[in-house]
């Protein structure tokens, strides 16, 4: 390309990036970017080096390989939200976890990351090393980081669709997000995180709902349920078919405390936690 030709090719690459705003693609791929590409006179030879030149300039993000965002830097265009980004980067995605619990005001923390819930086999953001990211595994986005949790296709349940800013995204609900916390509260900040979130979200709380996608995810975390309901004073025939389903063994309560601390027959679960623990 001649010195005079790369300004005009740069103007060129302007206009895509105006021919995406114009088609409200805010994510978008460099198969997208061809498509859109013979509107403003750019040559398909050339997109891949447009997209390269607009990501050194700030007109767009790179999320993955092959796959952008529009860069909050653009006049008039609203900044894509992580959640947005979230919902581009693995399907199926839901947000959930810490990122749940600020989004259903069951913490006054605010996440530096984003949790996203997904199925085992479902492919994940690559890092710039081109490793795979592994389940759990931070993925950097600009000043976010993005952390997955893989789980069978049979436990991805219990999410809802909501308006986040200007799109459409998939979050756990209310009654599972609670649950993931007590199975993975080092997701959720901490077991004592997730026993504030019961306080915080129990006026809302569908107590038939939540008994059932306990049960769903296995009997370790209907016992745990049951404690906690229990422990704020919840009546309900729930609590009884909680406490009566089988179990062999106790369980830890908080799953990342020590093997300490006394064993409470009726849940079956050995009470882990702070206080509780003899030193």
């Not at 530096?112 to 389940?135: A, E, I, M, Y």
């Not at 209907?222 to 179990?247: F, H, N, T, Y």
Request: aromatic share 8%.
């Amino acid at each position: 390309m001649t010195a005079s030709a790369k300004p005009k090719q740069s103007l060129v690459g302007i206009s895509l990036v105006v021919a995406l705003v114009y088609e409200g693609d805010r994510i978008f791929t460099t198969d997208r970017a061809r498509e859109l590409a013979p509107r403003v006179g750019l040559k398909d030879p050339y997109v891949t080096e447009s997209l390269y030149h607009l990501r050194r300039n700030n007109w767009i993000v790179s999320l993955h390989r092959g796959l952008y965002a529009l860069s909050p830097a653009i006049p008039g265009v609203a900044p894509v939200h992580e959640f947005e980004i979230a919902m581009s980067l693995v399907d199926p995605a839901a947000i959930s976890h810490w990122s749940a619990f600020r989004h259903h005001g069951l913490t006054e923390q605010i996440p530096r990351d984003v949790f996203v819930l997904t199925t085992k086999g479902t492919w994940v953001p690559r890092l710039s090393n081109d490793t795979q990211v592994r389940s759990g595994d931070g993925y950097p986005i600009g000043d976010t980081t993005y952390r997955f949790a893989q789980m069978k296709p049979d436990r991805f349940f219990g999410i809802e669709k909501v308006w986040v800013g200007d799109a459409r995204v998939y979050v756990t609900d209310m009654e599972r997000t609670l649950l993931d916390g007590l199975s993975m509260p080092q997701r959720c900040g901490d077991f004592a995180e997730a026993l504030h979130a019961f306080e915080m979200g129990m006026n809302r709380l569908k107590i038939e709902r939540i008994a059932d996608y306990a049960v769903r995810l296995g009997v370790t975390t209907a016992k745990r349920l049951g404690w906690a309901l229990e422990a704020q004073g919840i009546v309900s025939p729930e609590i009884d078919r909680l406490a009566a389903l089988p179990i062999n063994g106790y369980r830890k309560l908080d799953p990342t405390g020590p093997r300490k601390g006394p064993c409470n027959r009726r849940w079956m679960v050995q009470e882990n936690l702070p206080g509780m623990v003899a030193a």
